[in-house]
């Protein structure tokens, strides 16, 4: 008897080991928004209805501007003033402008981020999907900005992130992927979105 | 309390039978199932209103996939229930309705409606064969809504036998 | 010679009445806790995720991070919910079809399916809790499967097992009458 029971524990431990639970369906994740995209979008529709006022409340009081202001290292000088200025000034482009900024700033942050940690050894395909998942978080409230002021810069992004995406979520197994590629690809992505950051302000189409 | 007809209680074991079936199918086999639905979907190209464009249809694919599932684990969740409810409300008509035609005729309407989940089933069936629209009007018209209906009137019905029995006072 | 079938339902064991109320009892409990204490869940779970990063994918990150954990924990309260959800079934499918079993089957079938039906039915929603409980340390995959190999496919099966093999018995009944 001892035999058989050591045997099909032996069996049990090993399928835990290695069986994926790819089945059993326990309901879908939908990804929320965090306090920064919430707030982004209040000011946004605010400015949209024309309700300077409430605009102006919700970035004095709100997580972006703190979030600007805890950045301003990283950021063009003057940024949150300028924008500021802008809801006192009812002047809706250059808001749109300062926001642009700002979430290109923090997608450049993540891409700088993601290239030290894969030189210092991440695992490349998990790794460089989640900083991907959530510079493209960031980079897609401002695209249609970015696109109404720098065409060529929107489509740039849009074929870095693709190419990206390919690379760390090839159709081949993970351990093809190629972390010098990848970090090629944030590197490309960084410098993109640096370009948006400091570009002179230009008429909107 | 008094037991229900063996053929009440069959039908009472066997819909929560499929139930647990149903959710083992969710669970263990849900890979296989999608996998399944999604060679159904462009066999059957028209009845999904398919483009020949890949973004397009895979898009409607994950839909009606989505669909399926959703139909499985309707009837899943209702299985369980109407199963349940079938059990104790057979068991009440067994107990405390007087008349051999009043319990028949409650005996099939719970029965009837015990078997609605089966309509969730039929959704996720027909919505593979002939598309989400028409799969939707097929379930509800010719399985939801009677069985449901038979549901409903039977639980009314045994309501108001339980309100017409004579109290032990009356006799 | 088949004996003859009661014509008023008999009830299972003590044991397994006790069993089902316990079950319901901790699902109302499970419920109640989840509600009472969803802010010092939540905190525990988030403690624990980030105690083991390399399990949850955690880059140190905010803005990365904030995904992962926000997923994984809404993973550990669907576990939660299944749990309280599944329990407060099963609880009923227990005495209902145990008392079926009492009624309509005899001898050691009838002794086999009280037992395959109570134990089935106590055990697969504590699969549900288990997957909860090990989400923070070992990851929602790993968690599933461990909670699958141990909990639900061995309970779930008892329990489908225990049902056909019922309506059969129940459906021979039925053809020989």
């Excluded at chain 2, 039929?122 to 010719?142: F, K, P, S």
């Excluded at chain 3, 079993?101 to 009280?114: D, E, M, N």
Aim: hydrophobic residues 55%; charged residues 20%; aromatic residues 8%.
């Amino acid at each position: 008897m001892r035999p058989a029971c050591a045997s099909a524990l032996a069996l049990l431990l090993t399928i835990l080991a290695v069986a994926p639970a790819t089945a059993h369906h326990t309901g879908t994740y939908t990804p929320k928004d965090n306090a920064i995209t919430t707030n982004f979008k209040q000011l946004k529709f605010s400015v949209q209805a024309g309700k300077f006022d409430v605009a102006r409340r919700l970035f004095d009081d709100g997580p972006l501007r703190r979030e600007m202001r805890a950045r301003a290292a990283a950021l063009p000088d003057g940024l949150e003033a300028r924008t500021r200025a802008a809801f006192d000034a009812g002047d809706a482009a250059e808001v749109e402008r300062g926001l642009m900024v700002f979430f290109a700033a923090l997608g450049r942050d993540l891409a700088l981020e993601a290239d030290r940690q894969l030189a210092a050894g991440a695992a490349p395909a998990p790794t460089g999907a989640r900083f991907l998942e959530a510079i493209w978080r960031y980079y897609n409230l401002v695209d249609f900005a970015v696109s109404r002021r720098d065409a060529r810069a929107s489509v740039a992004m849009r074929l870095a992130y693709d190419d990206a995406e390919a690379l760390v979520r090839p159709a081949a197994a993970p351990a093809a992927v190629s972390a010098a590629r990848v970090r090629e690809s944030f590197r490309r992505i960084a410098d993109i979105l640096s370009g948006i950051i400091h570009a002179p302000p230009a008429p909107v189409r | 309390m008094s037991r229900p007809p063996l053929i009440v209680v069959f039908v009472a074991v066997m819909v929560i039978a499929l139930g647990e079936l149903g959710g083992a199918v969710l669970s263990q086999l849900r890979p296989a199932a999608a996998r399944w639905v999604a060679a159904r979907v462009v066999a059957n190209p028209a009845a999904h209103g398919l483009s020949g464009s890949a973004e397009y249809d895979e898009e409607v694919r994950d839909r009606t996939v989505f669909a399926v599932e959703a139909g499985l684990s309707f009837f899943h969740t209702h299985a369980e229930g109407t199963g349940l409810v079938l059990f104790f409300t057979s068991t009440l008509v067994a107990s405390v309705v007087h008349g051999v035609r009043a319990r028949t005729a409650l005996y099939l309407l719970l029965t009837a409606g015990a078997l609605f989940p089966l309509g969730y089933l039929t959704y996720a069936l027909a919505v593979l064969q002939l598309g989400r629209d028409a799969g939707v009007e097929l379930a509800e018209r010719w399985v939801l809504t009677p069985l449901g209906v038979a549901a409903i009137v039977g639980i009314l019905g045994l309501a108001a036998a339980l309100v017409r029995r004579p109290t032990p006072e009356e006799g | 010679m088949t004996p003859p079938i009661s014509e008023t339902w008999r009830l299972p064991p003590r044991a397994v009445l006790l069993a089902a109320l316990l079950l319901l009892v901790t699902a109302e409990v499970g419920g109640a806790s989840m509600a009472r204490f969803k802010l010092e869940l939540a905190r525990w779970a988030r403690g624990e995720m980030q105690r083991h990063p390399a399990v949850h994918g955690l880059v140190g990150v905010r803005d990365v991070d904030e995904r992962a954990l926000d997923e994984a924990l809404f993973r550990f309260e669907t576990g939660l919910r299944l749990f309280h959800m599944h329990a407060e079934g099963m609880a009923l499918v227990i005495i209902a079809t145990t008392t079926i079993a009492a009624t309509l089957t005899g001898g050691a079938s009838r002794r086999a399916l009280v037992v395959l039906l109570a134990v089935g039915g106590v055990g697969y929603p504590l699969g549900y809790l288990l997957w909860s409980a090990l989400i923070p340390g070992l990851g929602v995959e790993r968690g599933k499967t461990i909670a699958e190999w141990t909990f639900w496919i061995p309970f779930g099966c008892a329990t489908i097992v225990a049902l056909l093999w019922l309506a059969a018995l129940i459906a021979a009944r039925v053809i020989r009458r």
